[in-house]
């Protein structure tokens, strides 16, 4: 069975817009194989971001980045060849992922790179609303929908939050033993089970019914046996 790559990632801004001056500070990703969370730094991308404006008081009760806890880390262009690298042409799964895109594409546009195509996003609010129409989809809703235990989140982060959305992806997507219950059945479909070879049995036959056929046969006109 083929690898299928996933990177769950999450940013924090400085606000809502990029185009309104608002930028990335932090981006966090976890990779995801075959729905299964990816262990080790090599499948984790961290990164603060240097935004070279303040941090509004409103988005420090969020996430508690400051200005002063950014100085000294380096620009988003400074870390955006790593990001596209780690990424590489594989699905980002993001919660809301039109605000992620919207922030990471005018920061790539900015840097004078080409934008992430959105056929490349896929979003896991959307699917949550899909399946669950009218109900709370926030991802700590979603966490206590799933029992999916979130009580270390007492500010947002990108890389915890990616960490969690990770799980509440799979989930989303049918859980961990949907995969499994599907390898299990194949496995089955291969295996030859030894038939048991039925006893003979006897069917005598009754004089009577001998007689009968007897008679049967010497009534048959021209019968092919004859010939």
């Not at 961290?46 to 409103?58: M, Q």
């Not at 605000?99 to 896991?124: C, H, M, S, V, Y």
């Not at 809703?141 to 989140?153: D, K, M, Y």
């Amino acid at each position: 069975m083929n690898s299928i790559r996933e990177i769950v990632f999450d940013t924090e801004t400085t606000g809502f817009d990029p185009f309104s001056g608002d930028r990335v500070i932090e981006i966090g990703c976890v990779v995801l194989i075959n729905k299964i969370v990816q262990t080790g730094e090599e499948n984790q991308f961290h990164r603060y971001c240097n935004p070279r404006r303040d941090v509004p008081e409103s988005a420090v009760k969020v996430h508690g980045l400051t200005a002063e806890m950014l100085a000294d880390k380096p620009y988003f262009e400074d870390v955006m060849d790593e990001f596209l690298d780690f990424v590489g042409d594989d699905i980002l799964v993001a919660h809301n992922a039109e605000f992620d895109k919207k922030f990471i594409n005018w920061e790539l546009e900015n840097a004078g790179r080409k934008p992430i195509p959105a056929a490349q996003f896929k979003d896991t609010l959307a699917i949550a609303r899909g399946k669950y129409p009218g109900a709370q989809n926030s991802l700590d809703a979603l966490c206590r929908r799933f029992g999916i235990e979130n009580g270390h989140r007492t500010l947002h982060g990108a890389l915890l939050d990616s960490e969690i959305l990770a799980d509440v992806y799979v989930e989303l997507e049918g859980g961990r033993q949907t995969g499994l219950e599907l390898t299990v059945e194949k496995k089955k479909a291969f295996v030859q089970t030894e038939k048991k070879k039925r006893e003979p049995r006897s069917f005598p036959l009754t004089d009577a019914e001998l007689e009968a056929h007897k008679d049967y046969i010497m009534a048959l006109k021209d019968p092919l046996w004859g010939r």
